[in-house]
Nanobody, 118 residues
Framework: QLQASGGGLVQAGGSLRLSCVGS????????MAWYRQAPGKQREWVAG???????FYADSVKGRFTVSSVNAKNTVYLQMNGLKAEDTAVYYC??????????????WGQGTQVTVSS
């Protein structure tokens, strides 16, 4: 299971740090990522990190958000700085985990609400 936390209400320009911890029998993690879904919009990819630490960002958050992980603790973080009203959304973490079929399976966290007031 994945448990996301750290969301909240913050003023524009502020910062939040999201955490996502995987518990139970996780297995081998291929990659971790953060997605978000704003009201009335489709879920969109925000940032990702590979098991060797390579990071990737959506253009909309590049330079403001930083994704990091502690693989030994099955934990991924999203440091969000310079928050804007358009960052308001429910944020979800996702782990791509090895399966017996050889293809990775996606596991999702329950989401944490981030609200940025302008």
């Amino acid at each position: 299971q994945l448990q996301a936390s750290g969301g909240g209400l913050v003023q524009a320009g502020g910062s939040l740090r999201l955490s996502c911890v995987g518990s139970g029998s996780i297995g081998s993690i291929y990659a971790m990522a953060w997605y978000r879904q704003a009201p009335g919009k489709q879920r969109e990819w925000v940032a990702g990190i590979s098991t060797v630490g390579t990071t990737f960002y959506a253009d909309s958050v590049k330079g403001r958000f930083t994704v990091s992980s502690v693989n030994a603790k099955n934990t991924v973080y999203l440091q969000m700085n310079g928050l804007k009203a358009e960052d308001t959304a429910v944020y979800y973490c996702k782990f791509d985990i090895a399966s017996s079929s050889g293809r990775p399976v996606a596991y999702w966290g329950q989401g944490t609400q981030v609200t940025v007031s302008s």
